[in-house]
């Protein structure tokens, strides 16, 4: 049974970090490309973040473009989103997600065929 679990929310002041994590189990994680997505009540699922399988590319939405930061432990089986200079709009729960296709840093929620059950981030102004 695949799971992935999302650690490292909470509360935080604009301008401070957070780093999440999110650790995979069930699949073999090292051929999957990894997501990161956040949802805020009453709006879409957004896209965030995305690596592929390797680590080689990544893609970033343009709102957190230069502030937020995915990376990858294969050995571990996790994956990571390091947040830094954090806005109030940063505030959603943030979900990860898993892709089959390895080589593709997707922006597309409809290609991550498993989803975790999502860490709440929320940044105070």
């Known amino acids: 049974q695949v799971q992935l679990v999302e650690s490292g929310g909470g509360l935080v002041q604009a301008g401070g970090s957070l780093r999440l994590s999110c650790a995979a189990s069930g699949l073999t994680f090292s051929i999957y490309s990894m997501g990161w997505f956040r949802q805020v009540p009453g709006k879409e699922r957004e896209f965030v973040a995305a690596?592929?399988?390797?680590?080689?590319?990544?893609a970033y939405a343009d709102s957190v473009k230069g502030r937020f930061t995915i990376s990858r432990d294969n050995a571990k089986n996790t994956v990571y989103l390091q947040m830094n200079s954090l806005k109030a709009e940063d505030t959603a729960v943030y979900y990860c997600?898993?892709?089959?296709?390895?080589?593709?840093?997707?922006?597309?929620?409809?290609?991550?065929?498993?989803w975790g059950q999502g860490t709440q981030v929320t940044v105070s102004s």
């Open positions: 690596i592929t399988s390797s680590g080689g590319s990544t």
């Open positions: 997600a898993a892709d089959p296709n390895s080589y593709v840093s997707s922006s597309l929620f409809t290609v991550y065929n498993h």
